[in-house]
């Protein structure tokens, strides 16, 4: 009640509504601007100006002067009552002198009523009372003019008695506006409680994604943290190999150009003494006494000068040609160096970092797991294959599976898949597994017997035991693993153009394992032999199924 008498106190008395942009007269009457302004210009030409209200006279047009305060009240009662108007826009009909605020309809007399004459308005069952309404004339039928009480089911309308008994709904089913609206509220309480139900799924769904996704990012960013931290550690890696490289290089420089520093030398001083024997000689040739020529005590050595020099030849450092055959092999040792050293040294850097980035390719994940999926009619009959053909389980029971030439005759299976080209990775999971073996093969593999992954020249393969004891295979040649290896879950990384097949343990980090290097000459196929126990193969398709779960899951959610 007090917000009916304050509202009452906060209305234009012109358009009986809320102050809209309030503004005060001289006489301290308030009224919304766009108001006075329409009453004030139909008192132009008269010469004089009055208050609506209080009839106060002026002479000249009123400033119009807005009034902050009562500007704010009425917002502020705006924001606090916000149907307020919507419920008391509706005056009194009877009312004339002062707008009332209505708090009923009659449909039958198209008037509105306020307290006090609600309470002397006639109780006939003619007379039917609804909610405030200025649109009363929707309430009625719009062709015989009397008050909707009917709804046909029919025609899903409502209509009047003269419809259902005259009108073009004649003999059609009706029923109560009352009743029928009832009916239509309770399908309406139906599907809000489905949509009620449906919208829970769907914020459980999204805080389950929401979750997920948090996770990956968590995920994400500790592998990022991996990376950067495995980068900054091939870049110390690519520096400390630089500069052992280079201080190889410069070292061998140093060796090469001490050894030919000292040839030069000595060959530098055998250049001096020839110079002075050649002045010598010629000094003597130049000479015209004979006696003083031939009488030269030193004449006999430098008469055979072949001699000479075969017996330094001999010596392997000074001389003539011998020294220049020698010169010419230092400089064939610094060729070598320069040649064969250099392309070692290039060779050598180019596997290490093919193995860095190999190493990355299967920690990393650069590449999408291959889909593996068993062949049946290659699995042995003490072999149990899964519905989705990831699974391979050792059983007592023979299966009875028809012998051909593809079949296993011991405990093994391949893959239906092979491989000619490219990098691909896949991995197992091993269950309580006595012993077991994961690799690959070639397609003409001996498949009679009871040969092991690796036991010839066309398998490789990892094995173990229940007690975590490795080896790889191949050729027959086994090689024991170090020991302290300790994962159930095992990756299989093959690149067939660089004949490389590593083995990695899916522990934390990922443990290398080992790495074939091999000509491969055929496809290849993966290949499980396990006793006592179960082989699954993880990746590959799953990832995909899982997400296309996801995304139907979500459209399910949706429609």
């Known amino acids: 009640m007090a917000s009916v008498v304050l509202r009452k106190e906060l209305e234009c008395s012109i358009c009986l509504t809320l102050y809209t942009d309030p503004v005060t007269l001289r006489c301290g009457h308030n009224f919304c601007r766009?108001?006075?302004?329409?009453?004030?210009?139909?008192?132009?030409?008269?010469?004089?100006?009055?208050?609506?209200?209080?009839?106060?006279?002026?002479?000249d047009h009123p400033a119009l002067k807005k009034n902050i305060t009562l500007c704010n009240v009425v917002e502020n009662f705006r924001s606090t009552?916000?149907?307020?108007?919507?419920?008391t826009g509706i005056h009194c009909t009877y009312c004339i002198h002062s707008p009332v605020p209505a708090v009923r309809s009659c449909l039958h007399c198209e008037a509105s009523l306020c307290d006090n004459h609600l309470r002397v308005h006639s109780k006939g069952p003619e007379h039917v009372l609804t909610d405030p309404s200025t649109s009363l004339e929707t309430r009625k039928?719009?062709?015989?003019?009397?008050?909707?009480?009917?709804?046909?089911?029919?025609?899903?309308?409502?209509?009047?008695?003269?419809?259902?008994?005259?009108?073009?709904?004649?003999?059609?089913?009706?029923?109560m506006l009352e009743e029928a609206s009832e009916k239509k509220k309770k399908k309406l309480r139906n599907v809000l409680q489905k949509l009620i139900t449906k919208r829970k799924k769907t914020e459980e769904r999204v805080r389950s994604l929401e979750e997920r996704k948090r996770k990956?990012?968590?995920?994400?960013?500790?592998?990022?943290?991996?990376?950067?931290?495995?980068f900054i550690d091939i870049r110390r890696r690519v520096d400390d190999l630089e500069k052992r490289v280079l201080s190889d290089i410069s070292w061998q420089e140093k060796e090469e150009s001490l050894s030919l520093s000292d040839v030069i030398r000595n060959l530098?001083?055998?250049?001096?003494?020839?110079?002075?024997?050649?002045?010598?000689?010629?000094?003597?040739?130049?000479?015209?006494?004979?006696l003083t020529v031939l009488q030269d005590p030193d004449i006999g050595d430098l008469c055979d000068p072949e001699e000479e020099e075969g017996d330094e030849g001999t010596g392997g450092h000074d001389g003539g040609e011998?020294?220049?055959?020698?010169?010419?092999?230092?400089?064939?040792?610094?060729?070598?160096y320069g040649g064969d050293r250099g392309a070692e040294l290039i060779s050598h850097i180019s596997h290490t970092l093919s193995a860095m980035i190999r190493d990355i390719n299967v920690i990393f994940h650069v590449q999408d797991p291959a889909d593996i999926l068993l062949d049946v009619n290659t699995a042995g009959n003490n072999l149990l294959i899964s519905d989705d053909l990831k699974t391979a389980t050792w059983t007592e029971i023979t299966q009875n599976r028809p012998e051909t030439a593809e079949r296993f005759q011991y405990i093994q299976v391949m893959s239906g898949r092979r491989f000619t080209s490219g990098r691909h990775y896949w991995d197992v999971e091993i269950r309580g597994s006595g012993w077991?073996?994961?690799?690959?093969?070639?397609?003409?593999?001996?498949?009679?017997?009871?040969?092991?992954?690796?036991?010839?020249?066309?398998?490789?393969?990892?094995?173990?035991?229940?007690?975590?004891?490795?080896?790889?295979?191949?050729?027959?040649?086994?090689?024991?693993?170090?020991?302290?290896?300790?994962?159930?879950?095992?990756?299989?990384?093959?690149?067939?153009?660089?004949?490389?097949?590593?083995?990695?343990?899916?522990?934390?980090?990922?443990?290398?394992?080992?790495?074939?290097?091999?000509?491969?000459?055929?496809?290849?196929?993966?290949?499980?032999?396990?006793?006592?126990?179960?082989?699954?193969?993880?990746?590959?398709?799953?990832?995909?199924?899982?997400?296309?779960?996801?995304?139907?899951?979500?459209?399910d959610l949706i429609a």
């Not at 990956?216 to 495995?230: D, H, I, N, P, Y």
């Not at 980090?509 to 993966?526: C, G, M, N, V, Y």
């Open 81 to 87: 009552h916000p149907h307020q108007e919507e419920i």
């Open 436 to 555: 077991w073996s994961v690799g690959m093969c070639y397609p003409s593999i001996d498949r009679g017997g009871q040969s092991d992954i690796g036991d010839d020249n066309k398998s490789w393969g990892l094995c173990g035991v229940c007690n975590n004891l490795y080896s790889v295979r191949h050729d027959n040649n086994k090689i024991p693993l170090p020991l302290g290896i300790s994962s159930d879950r095992v990756r299989i990384y093959l690149d067939y153009e660089a004949e490389q097949l590593s083995f990695y343990a899916l522990c934390d980090p990922i443990r290398h394992l080992h790495t074939f290097t091999a000509a491969f000459s055929e496809p290849l196929h993966a290949v499980l032999c396990v006793h006592d126990g179960s082989i699954k193969i993880s990746g590959g398709a799953e990832r995909n199924r899982k997400r296309r779960r996801i995304c139907l899951e979500t459209d």
């Open 322 to 336: 011998d020294t220049g055959g020698h010169d010419g092999g230092d400089e064939d040792r610094w060729g070598h």
């Open 216 to 230: 990956a990012k968590k995920k994400s960013s500790g592998e990022a943290e991996r990376v950067t931290a495995l």
């Open 34 to 59: 766009v108001c006075i302004d329409r009453f004030l210009n139909t008192q132009d030409g008269s010469g004089v100006y009055s208050c609506p209200e209080c009839r106060e006279e002026f002479l």
């Open 141 to 175: 039928c719009s062709v015989h003019k009397k008050i909707l009480e009917y709804y046909c089911t029919e025609d899903a309308a409502c209509i009047c008695v003269s419809c259902s008994l005259a009108g073009e709904h004649r003999g059609h089913r009706v029923e």
């Open 268 to 290: 530098e001083i055998k250049k001096a003494e020839l110079s002075r024997t050649m002045r010598y000689i010629e000094e003597l040739c130049n000479m015209t006494d004979p």
